[in-house]
């Protein structure tokens, strides 16, 4: 693997791209870089690391030697205390994003609990008990802090040392939302999206990029190894999912 390297920092995002998203790829770093100590990529099916990321000090780009897909934020292991925010390549992240997401990371004890802008919970759609998904869209409004069963790995914060390290991770890469969030609930963390009106979050994706996401080269085709794990998480699911985070405490529900 090619790397350009530099010292360690405090606030990181990771990220992980391939060369059809190079144009909206500038944008998302434009806009997350001045936020955080450090900035590592992943450049999947790269050639060279681009000049702009070689000569900047903030920024750890990574040439693997394998297609890692979405794996790739996980190939950069952070120190222990470090804060950790993976990112998307065709998300544009507001000026206050680092700042907002810190805050609310730090409302909740910090080494069991894991916050982001995109999530689904496992709930009671119905009175017959039936049970399905409810979905927050990153570039959505929502009001409430809730306890979801899934981030998107596009918006999330965690520390350091829960983050997955690439070897517990890279054999689900393309569905890897399904393992990060069966990581955390089987080392026993929760997992929440936090408020932000509409809008405040955007999407660069454009329409001639759609069919390169993963949404439409992976998860459309329902690969077995991803069915097996969307199971193994259903059957993991803990209690409380969907709930907001000020019913669970004012009820004495939210673990310290």
Known sequence: MKHHVMAQAMIRAHLATFPPRAGILMQTVASILPQVDRLCICLNGYDAIPDAFAKDDRIEAMI??????????????????????????????????????????RTLPADRHVVGYLGNAFVIKDDSGRRGWKNWMFHKRAPHVVKVDILGTGTTCQLGRNLPRLDQIEDAKGFVDLRHARHHAQAGRWMWIVPRDGGWLTSTMTQDLEATGLFHTVNLARPPAMQDELRALIAGIGPHSGEQLARLRASGLLPA
């Open 64 to 105: 693997p030697d394998r297609d890692l897909k979405d794996a790739g934020k996980f190939a950069f292991p952070p120190a222990d205390d470090d804060i950790v925010l993976t990112i998307d390549d065709d998300i544009l992240y507001p000026p206050d994003y680092v700042t907002r997401t810190i805050a609310f990371f």
